[in-house]
């Protein structure tokens, strides 16, 4: 079956844009989680959805944000994007939670100039 | 908080060698626990999970992990180390609302 699909695979903005990411799960899972990873921070969560509704938030700023929709792709945003803000984004789905396990896709590579 | 601690940012092994790469948690009740393997420029993908039951997990690529309660952790080894294996490994803590949490990650050589 098809993995994790995130688009695009690399980005270029610059410092003040914004951004939209997308994410297409494996079919039937209902579950999409976001991650941050940088060198500095390693991965770092950020959101999860469950259904169209947000079950969990990290601590990132209001800038960051994300919707699922009702066949459970789902896009994160970033606004006011700021050099900091540089990172590899990671998508995960899983079926319904943790106990069935994540699969990751292959991250969309955004860099802030 | 539920943690992990992954001791090691580096390991080097010989080809053919055992491969031992060590995750610590902290948790009050048993956690679900994950290890994690990431090439470069590539996302993760997941080696072997621990929920209930077995202690024992064993994984793909000839991984496997043992949940020791008693010393709070879940080390990942392989008998023989293959070049293909030379990646990062991550261990993970589910926490709060399916929440995974990250150790630091271990970068893996593998010398022929």
């Known amino acids: 079956k098809a993995g994790v699909t995130q688009t695009p695979r690399y980005l270029i903005k610059t410092r003040g844009q914004q951004v939209t990411l997308s994410c297409s799960p494996i079919s039937g899972h209902r579950s999409v989680s976001w991650y941050q990873q940088t060198p500095g921070q390693g991965l770092q969560f950020l959101f999860e959805y469950f259904s169209e509704t947000q079950r969990n938030k990290g601590n990132f700023p209001g800038r960051f944000s994300g919707r699922q929709f009702s066949n459970s792709r789902s896009e994160m945003n970033v606004s006011t994007l700021e050099l900091g803000d540089s990172a590899l984004y990671l998508c995960?789905?899983?079926?319904?939670?943790?106990?069935?396990?994540?699969?990751f896709g292959s991250g969309t590579r955004l860099t802030v100039v | 908080a539920q943690s992990v601690t992954q001791l090691g940012s580096h390991v080097s092994v010989s080809e053919g060698a055992l491969v031992l790469l060590r995750c610590n948690y902290s948790?009050?009740?048993?956690?679900?626990l994950f290890w994690y393997v990431q090439y470069p420029n590539q996302g993760l993908q997941l080696l072997l999970k621990y929920t209930t039951g077995a202690t024992l997990v064993k994984g793909i690529n000839g991984f496997e992990a043992e949940f020791k309660k008693s010393e709070t952790s879940f080390h990942l080894t392989k008998p023989s180390a293959h070049m293909s294996d030379a990646a990062e490994y991550f261990c993970?803590?589910?926490?709060?609302?399916?929440?995974?949490?990250f150790g630091e990650g271990t970068q893996l050589t593998v010398n022929p």
């Open positions: 995960a789905s899983s079926f319904r939670g943790a106990f069935y396990g994540y699969t």
């Open positions: 948790s009050s009740v048993p956690p679900y």
């Open positions: 993970a803590v589910e926490t709060s609302g399916s929440r995974l949490t």
